[in-house]
């Protein structure tokens, strides 16, 4: 009767320990979520996202033809009315697209809330075929041509140059509500008799600007490379994915090479207005995410989900002890020895934010370990069980850290370590029956 009311205690505690984790985890979201809106402040103080788009040419003209010969209005006709001049724009997307990227990202601290802020130095070069000679007519006026890029959010460029031709160009912004309230164009003009030479035009940017953790390439070129070297390692592609790629544990170098015929965004936009060309930045593109090398919270979140495995498997492993040496530990001390189990969670979270993950948990388990092993070897009176328990937690927090480090072995590792726990359970209450038969 006394071993079934202490089962149905060590129930009761579990279930408690189980609502305190509860409780922990709930803490640790709220955490992750005001510094997750710390950090979205910090990067937009530096510009937010950073979006760079393909150069394009942008040429308005107008069709005007002769007016006609006037003629006297008689009575009874219409006056005749002279056709209005037809106004037009023609976007035209380059042939050939490089684009070479240098990132540096840094790490920025709002409180104790980490941000990653980057600076990217964008080499573009491009070529625009020769306009056909369809376009060309006697009617046709050109009012104004220019190349124009989409360089990041307004406020984020830090420096840009241009040439066309290999003449240096003078860059001037477009007006936001032609391009895009949100973004920041700029462009230089081109002479129309330069547009009549049968031959391509050649155009270089070399565009230094600054913002977060993710950067947005857009490749509008028939044919597209683009190269990209960061001293941040840690860098998760979205969207298109890299041709090759290259990690080290201080720098990553990406390739990609595209054309008009493995992606829609040249499909759709080649007979685009500016409007519907800037809404290409929501479509086919390469998205760069600068990311934490360990996410301490999704750690800490996974951590909590294992935390009743390690409870109940240190409560069990308790539980042998003083049934197999009959010591009747009283229930306040497995209430202690849970309480420090479920503590150990909360100095994990308080450590990381300070001093990263690994440091907290080794210092957060280490604590924990001696304090419980140490009240145990009170508890049993016996230096050995106390050094049996100190060895048991280290191989308890262990086995956690183990299975939190291999996301894709942790199924393995949990199985693994029940399987264990049941042996060892099996080892000793394999002679419990005859100790009932003995006092029967």
């Known amino acids: 009767m006394r071993i079934q009311s202490k089962l149905s205690l060590l129930f009761g505690i579990c279930i408690v320990a189980a609502a305190a984790l509860s409780v922990v985890n709930q ?43 006037p003629t006297v209005p008689t009575s009874d006709a219409a006056a005749a009315i002279a056709p209005t001049p037809a106004r037009e724009t023609l976007v035209m997307l380059p042939n050939d697209l490089k684009v070479d990227i240098t990132s540096e990202v840094e790490t920025r601290f709002r409180g104790i809330a980490p941000a990653r802020i980057s ?31 989409v360089a990041g959010q307004r406020n984020t460029i830090a ?29 230089f003009d ?20 600054g913002g977060g953790d993710t950067l947005v390439l857009v490749p509008l070129g028939q044919s597209s490379e683009a190269n990209l070297r960061s001293n941040w390692a840690h860098v998760k592609f979205v969207d ?21 015929l493995s992606t829609r965004l040249r499909s759709h936009y080649s007979n685009a207005s500016l409007a519907d060309l800037g809404s290409s930045l929501n ?49 306040v001390q497995y209430g202690v020895v849970t309480f420090g189990l479920v ?62 480090r291999s996301e894709d072995y942790a199924l393995l590792l949990g199985s693994g370590l029940l399987l264990v726990g049941l042996a060892v359970t099996m080892w000793f209450t394999r002679t419990l029956h005859t100790r009932n038969l003995a006092t029967a």
């Not at 910090?42 to 937010?48: I, L, N, Q, R, Y």
């Not at 790629?245 to 090479?257: D, G, L, M, P, Y």
């Open 240 to 260: 298109q994915l890299p041709t090759t790629r290259e990690f080290s544990s201080s720098a990553v170098t990406a390739h990609w090479q595209t054309s008009a």
């Open 343 to 404: 503590l150990f969670f909360m100095l994990l979270l308080a450590v990381s934010e300070h001093a990263g993950f690994n440091v907290a948990f080794v210092v957060g388990s280490g604590a924990i370990a001696v304090l419980s092993s140490a009240y145990l070897f009170m508890v049993f009176r016996s230096l050995r069980l106390g050094a049996s328990f100190a060895a048991y937690f280290a191989l308890c927090y262990g086995a956690l850290y183990t299975i939190l």
């Open 27 to 69: 803490f640790i979201t709220s955490r992750a979520r005001a510094r997750s809106v710390a950090a979205a402040e910090v990067a937009a103080t530096a510009g937010g996202d950073v979006r760079l788009g393909t150069p394009v040419l942008v040429i308005n003209y107008v069709d005007d033809w002769a007016q006609p010969s």
């Open 190 to 209: 081109i002479a129309p008799d330069q547009l009549a030479l049968a031959k391509p035009l050649q155009v270089q940017f070399d565009i230094t600007v």
């Open 159 to 187: 420096s840009a140059s241009a040439t066309f031709n290999g003449a240096v160009q003078t860059l001037h912004n477009i007006d936001p509500q032609v391009w895009c309230s949100d973004w920041h164009s700029l462009a």
């Open 119 to 149: 600076r990217h130095h964008a080499a573009i070069a491009l070529s625009f075929g020769a306009l056909p000679s369809t376009f060309w007519r006697p009617e046709r006026n050109i009012v104004s041509a220019y190349v124009v890029v």
């Open 283 to 331: 479509n086919d593109r390469i998205t760069l995410q600068f990311i934490e090398p360990l996410d301490i919270f999704a750690m800490l979140d996974r951590s909590t989900k294992y935390g009743m495995l390690i409870v109940i498997v240190t409560l069990g492993f308790v539980v042998l002890f003083d049934f197999t040496r009959a010591t009747h530990m009283h229930w």
